[in-house]
């Protein structure tokens, strides 16, 4: 399995904006040069996370990004869940686009499930709070001073 881009950088914003010291903004323009994402693609990741309620998104000449809550109130498995548009592992996954002649007698499709149910599981038992542990050697890493 394999989360798309927009879920990573989703996350990554997330991640960089928790690392800024209390108080201070985060923006486009510090994340794009810290992770080499088009400033265009990162709008539309941090109006998502606005609509989500994961992100307060500052207007004017010194605006910015910050969380809207607490790291340990951002639950990684429910970025993922609400990032992601659907979790498709195979064509049988999807009823609508489903032309495999095997699907009513096949297990591999209860297994994937029961695979992919438990990957998020495990992403539900972590929150933002738990990716910020070395928070330390995050900021050296995005230049964060």
């Known amino acids: ?30 994340i794009s040069d810290v992770f080499h994402i088009s400033e265009n693609h990162l709008g539309k990741i941090i109006h ?12 004017g000449r010194s605006g910015g990004i910050r969380l809207a809550k607490p790291p340990s109130e951002i639950n990684v498995g ?34 994937l499930n029961d695979a992919l149910r438990a990957f998020l599981e495990v992403l539900e038992e972590y929150t933002l709070e738990d990716l910020l542990s070395n928070k330390d050697e995050l900021r050296d890493l995005m230049n964060i001073t």
Do not use: W
Request: hydrophobic share 35%.
């Open 1 to 30: 399995m394999r989360l798309k881009k927009y879920t990573d950088y989703a996350l990554r914003v997330m991640i960089y904006t928790a690392s800024k010291p209390e108080g201070e903004l985060a923006n486009k323009k510090e």
């Open 78 to 111: 429910y970025v993922v869940q609400a990032m992601e548009d659907d979790f498709h592992l195979l064509e049988c996954f999807d009823r609508e686009t489903n032309y495999c002649v095997i699907t009513p007698a096949c297990k591999l499709k209860h297994i």
């Open 48 to 59: 998502k996370l606005n609509k989500l309620g994961l992100l307060e998104t500052i207007r």
